[in-house]
């Protein structure tokens, strides 16, 4: 019989889940006291939160502890990323009934000690506590190594919009999850554990970005926040996005439009950056929408081949 959280106590916990952590070389002291020490060689912190909360944001019939650890440590080091920064640190609050079995807490926290590890990131404290249900909090640090930070505000007239990473794999596959199918793999796979660019953020600043955001609601929502920061009106084009052909299948199937998918799908954190114009880019990025005056001074908006988004432009927490 598994042990549980109840039976192990919360000392207990704390000691096998941090036993299970290594350290880079931003972290001079890590876990084991009251907070962490984290270099900031750059003398900026880039930091951000999120949560998921079970039943929400993951199932745990449909993704394993692991995936959720993944998933998590994601979401958060996208958005540092998204700001031209490195990840550097990670920080976990983990709720949970007491009745959770130890292995999934341990099998959470491999999740996202290997996802950190893929963006050079460490897990350096945290805290657990109680509760009814299962909540994992993730606060992430960042370092923008001497670059200025590439915020929301920046995009200009005549900037073209580009894309690197996946985008509206995350919603068909969650639309295969919810029909009660488990494949094509590569989707259900996207979902439960996104694979954001990290090395593209820091790129990206590199050759000029003007603006910067991760794909984390959906592309029009998000770009939504782009274009009223920046006060400009963005425009996409559809024809400039790559449909694969199982994508296309899933929806043929179910009924919608993968389109759909790419531009309101959320949870695959691409990174969508603005640049000049005549920016050289990697193959890796794909122009897929240029920067326009706004026609009036509340009139900044997302637009898809000049014509307005008149439906759901992505995931909203208290609308969706």
């Known amino acids: 019989m598994q042990a549980t959280l109840g039976e192990l106590g ?20 890590g876990p084991g006291d ?3 020490v984290v270099a900031a060689p750059d003398g ?8 998921l909360v079970e039943g929400r944001h993951f199932r745990r019939d449909w993704s394993t502890a692991y995936d959720v650890g993944r998933k ?4 958060n080091l996208a958005d540092i990323a998204a700001m031209g920064a490195s990840p550097t640190a990670l920080l976990l609050a983990l709720a949970a009934p007491a009745e959770l079995p130890v292995t999934w807490a341990v099998e959470l926290m491999d999740g996202i000690r290997d996802e950190c590890h893929v963006a050079g990131a460490a897990v350096v404290g945290g805290d657990v506590v109680r509760a009814e249900q299962v909540s994992v909090t993730i606060t992430a640090l960042g370092d923008l190594g001497g670059r200025a930070p590439v915020t929301r505000a920046g995009a200009r007239p005549g ?12 919603a068909a596959g969650l639309t295969v999850l919810s029909r009660g199918f488990r494949s094509p793999r590569a989707f259900v796979e996207a979902h439960r554990r996104p694979e954001p660019p990290y090395h593209a953020g820091p790129a990206a600043a590199a050759l000029g970005a003007t603006a910067m955001i991760d794909i984390s609601d959906g592309l029009v929502a998000d770009l939504g926040h782009v274009a009223a ?10 024809g400039q996005f790559d449909i694969p052909a199982q994508m296309a299948d899933i929806g043929q199937a179910v009924g919608v439009d993968p389109v759909q998918w790419v531009l309101t799908g959320g949870e695959d954190h691409a990174i969508c950056a603005v640049f000049p114009a005549d920016t050289v880019l990697p193959a ?12 009036a001074p509340s ?3 997302v637009t898809v081949d000049g014509h307005p988004w008149d439906t759901t432009p992505g995931w909203d927490h208290f609308t969706s």
Do not use: Y
């Open 284 to 295: 890796r990025w794909r122009v897929v929408g240029d920067v326009h005056k706004a026609p």
């Open 34 to 36: 009251d907070a962490a």
């Open 44 to 51: 900026r912190v880039v930091a951000t939160t999120d949560m």
């Open 229 to 238: 920061a920046s006060g400009v009106q963005i425009d996409l084009h559809s």
């Open 159 to 170: 900037d073209v919009v580009a894309v690197t990473g996946w985008l509206g794999w995350s």
């Open 299 to 301: 009139d900044v908006r």
């Open 72 to 75: 998590a440590a994601a979401q």
């Open 10 to 29: 919360e000392f207990g916990l704390i000691q096998e889940l941090t036993a299970r952590l290594p350290r880079t070389a931003a972290v001079q002291l």
